[in-house]
């Protein structure tokens, strides 16, 4: 196995309540793979996103992301850690409504280290959307939307890009769009977290973890394959 | 990056920016008007009381007044005070006190140039007119009472020298309310041509005849004050005109002459002192008195038109505050997507709150030039309804309008700040 990206050990994230929305899960995941973490809604999918963010923080257990434990910083190192290493792709996509599409690409570079425009557009093309730089999201299709999110999570070149449901509010033709920036991602060797109930975008993923009460019930490997039946791409997983 | 952010925020939440930045501009406003009417008042009334006359007087220094039982007092020599206070700009009056009879009453009788009189006394109430001629005279009201002095009622002056009396035509008496109304007041170059000067007079005693250690300059005000109010001189019609002795065998509450200047010093209380410690300096030997009636009510009306002032402007300070605050928490809860995903693309804590404070300070500053120039044109209007006179931007109402709203978005800011502080960017980009 390629050296971890991330090392969950014994990790718990318990709600007031007694809740646990993660309990007590052991994961790893190598540099470079590509993860699909499946399972029915309030499985703990978002939550243990979050938790390998940093945005989240567990009431038991360790988080480890590229060796760094996260329960050793406080929230503002987090955050500076998150924006060096970290790439996160959202459901409801999360762009800043006043700003354009190009800048909301630069609104990741401003607080990653320095503005740069020209770099900005040329991410946007990396996604297509060139032509749709100066629109503001409300002008941009929900697949639109998704790519500049998209867009705004690589400007940085993260090495682990988490995603939460990435095709989740797309129509089919632009969920293909974002499976094939995912699929080149994943080809130029970044980390990929993804977060999904799609079983065809789950079985391009080379492991799918399956969850269920905020427990991994099943860990099974793909062959990866985008073209066959996501059901004879899954070796050992249950459908 | 930054202040793009910060401008389309802005314009983002037309609603919530538009309470604030009115919240803000009324606080400016106020501070600005308060401020420049503050300042215009003090500065406008301080002009209005120093039209109305003197506002200080220089007697002869006590060391100089005092002078032993048999020693004459030395003539004092105002020329280099008067050169001193003309580089000043001080307008003045000098009025010389001479004891005077009339009718055998002893009466304080003071000489002075009209004109400058005139300037200096602008606040007495006339009846009749102010001399014009050099036999005219002007009388106080209570000598008037007690001489029973009509208008045009010529009198006679008799010195205490020996010199040929002189004839005087009453052509006004007035009320001061103060001790001017127990004297009469000739012009000073009739008076000075009957007394011919200090050394005519018989050389006395200066000190005051029942209270030891009063020295001259208070002497002579002392001095009308018991002409018009001691039963023995009052009742005194057989008063000798040799100095040195009463009827009674007491002695006489005479003087040389004796002389102070009126002053009209520009400025307030503070120039005054100021002046008085120049003298000082110089080693003159004259004390500046303010005429405390009219400064310590100045200073009164201006210290409580200030402490209004001030406490107004900390009201509406408070209220602008609480206003903003709320307007800003309820941005902070408005935004509260916008802000997770901040954090969640690496924004510190930090940087949030800078983005917050960078937003109220904008607004600040667009409210404080707004409520600048709408509390200068108010103020504008206050001060032409009540002094009839125009006001000029003033620097420190725009430092008072900037300090006051800037600080406002600033605590403002900083509670929004605390506030996104506390948001769960998780739960909130869940969308719980």
């Known amino acids: 196995m390629n050296p971890s990206a991330v090392q969950l050990e014994s990790v718990t994230r318990a709600y007031p309540g007694g809740v646990r929305a993660v309990d007590g899960i052991d994961l790893t995941i190598g540099l470079g793979e590509w993860i699909a973490l499946m399972g029915p809604s309030g499985s703990g999918k978002t939550t243990l996103l979050n938790l390998l963010d940093g945005l989240d923080r567990p009431t038991d257990g360790r988080v480890h992301v590229m060796g760094q434990d996260l329960s050793q910083l406080d929230v503002d190192e987090v955050a500076t850690f998150r924006r060096e290493n970290i790439g996160l792709i959202f459901q409801q996509f999360h762009l800043v409504s006043y700003l354009t599409a190009v800048e909301n690409v630069m609104l990741a570079q401003y607080y990653h280290s320095m503005v740069d425009k020209q770099e900005a557009l040329h991410a946007l093309v990396r996604v297509q959307l060139a032509d749709r730089a100066d629109h503001l999201p409300s002008q941009l299709s929900g697949g639109e939307q998704q790519r500049v999110c998209i867009a705004r999570a690589l400007i940085n070149d993260p090495k682990i890009i988490l995603a939460d449901e990435p095709t989740g509010n797309l129509d089919e033709s632009n969920a293909d769009r974002v499976v094939d920036i995912f699929q080149r991602l994943h080809r130029e060797g970044r980390t990929l977290v993804v977060a999904t109930h799609d079983p065809d975008l789950g079985g391009l993923a080379q492991r799918i973890v399956r969850l269920r009460h905020g427990q991994i019930v099943e860990e099974c490997c793909s062959d990866g394959s985008a073209s066959a039946p996501h059901a004879a791409r899954l070796a050992g997983c249950s459908r | ?432």
């Open chain 2, 1 to 432: 990056m930054l202040g793009r952010m910060v401008a389309k925020a802005i314009l983002k939440n037309p609603g919530v920016s538009l309470w604030t930045l009115a919240a803000l501009t009324t606080c400016a406003t106020l501070a600005a008007l308060f401020a420049t009417t503050a300042m215009e008042v003090q500065q406008k009334m301080s002009g209005e009381l120093r039209q109305l006359g003197a506002n200080a007087v220089a007697y002869p220094a006590p060391a100089s007044a005092t002078l032993p039982q048999t020693t004459p007092a030395p003539p004092m020599d105002w020329s280099a005070i008067e050169e001193l206070l003309h580089a000043r700009d001080v307008k003045t009056a000098r009025v010389t006190l001479h004891v005077g009879l009339v009718e055998g009453r002893p009466v304080a009788v003071a000489a002075c140039n009209p004109q400058s009189l005139t300037a200096m006394t602008d606040y007495w109430s006339v009846t009749g007119r102010r001399p014009n001629g050099s036999n005219e005279l002007l009388a106080g009201r209570r000598v008037a009472t007690m001489l029973g002095l009509s208008l045009n009622q010529r009198i006679s002056i008799q010195w205490l020298n020996g010199e040929s009396p002189g004839q005087y035509r009453v052509v006004g008496i007035f009320e001061s309310g103060d001790e001017d109304e127990d004297r009469l007041f000739v012009p000073q170059v009739l008076a000075t041509g009957a007394a011919v000067g200090p050394a005519r007079f018989a050389q006395v005693p200066v000190t005051h005849p029942q209270v030891p250690g009063v020295t001259a300059g208070r002497y002579a005000n002392c001095l009308s004050c018991h002409a018009a109010t001691d039963p023995k001189i009052r009742n005194g019609a057989s008063m000798p005109l040799s100095p040195g002795s009463t009827d009674a065998g007491s002695p006489l509450p005479t003087t040389s002459d004796f002389s102070y200047i009126l002053m009209s010093i520009p400025g307030d209380v503070s120039a005054i002192r100021a002046l008085d410690q120049a003298i000082n300096d110089l080693e003159l030997p004259v004390q500046i008195t303010p005429l405390q009636q009219v400064l310590h009510g100045e200073e009164h009306v201006l210290t409580k038109i200030n402490l209004l002032a001030g406490l107004a402007l900390v009201a509406v300070a408070v209220l602008t505050a609480l206003g903003v605050c709320a307007a800003v928490l309820a941005r902070v809860v408005q935004r509260r997507k916008e802000l997770a995903l901040l954090q969640s693309l690496g924004a510190t804590r930090r940087a949030v709150g800078v983005l917050l404070l960078l937003e109220n300070t904008a607004m600040g500053l667009v409210a404080t030039i707004a409520g600048f120039i709408l509390g200068t044109a108010l103020a504008q209007g206050v001060v032409r309804q009540v002094f009839h006179a125009n006001v000029q931007p003033r620097v420190g109402a725009l430092a008072a309008a900037a300090g006051v709203t800037l600080g406002v978005c600033l605590l403002a800011g900083w509670l929004g700040a605390r506030r996104a502080a506390q948001l769960q960017p998780a739960a909130i980009l869940r969308g719980d």
